[in-house]
């Protein structure tokens, strides 16, 4: 019943928008790394979000993240004025912002020390 009420039901654009700014804002580290022919942590690394992946592994990972973004936003657009479903797409991009903030500061400090 969940499920149908957030995939389905009157907050799907929400969800829809939450991920859609998780995705556009994960995929801005992995193409600004690729692009610039440096190795970032994917999921693919070894250990996973830790390792470093090559920098085409972090091109296809980002534009991957960023059509993901642009598809959620294409089936749920979102007016650019105040609004629910505007600030749903900011919660996901700063939950993502926060999270990776975090996590590969931890990782960057690891690698430093060693």
């Known amino acids: 019943m969940l499920a149908n009420l957030l995939f389905h039901g009157e907050y799907a654009a929400y969800v829809a928008a939450f991920f ?6 994960n995929s801005v580290p992995h193409l600004v790394s690729g692009l610039q022919g ?10 996973h ?9 972090n091109v296809l990972w980002g ?9 959620l936003l294409s089936r749920h657009p979102v ?3 105040l609004n629910p ?8 991009v700063l939950v993502i912002a926060v999270f990776s903030s975090l996590h590969f ?7 430093l020390q060693k």
């Open 79 to 81: 007016l650019l004025s």
């Open 63 to 71: 534009f991957a993240n960023l059509v993901a973004g642009v598809v």
């Open 49 to 57: 979000g830790v390792g470093d992946s090559s920098p085409l592994v």
């Open 20 to 25: 859609s700014g998780l995705f556009l804002c």
């Open 105 to 111: 500061g931890k990782v960057q400090k690891n690698k």
């Open 38 to 47: 440096m190795p970032f942590p994917t999921p693919f690394a070894k250990p």
């Open 85 to 92: 479903a505007l600030l749903a797409l900011l919660i996901g």
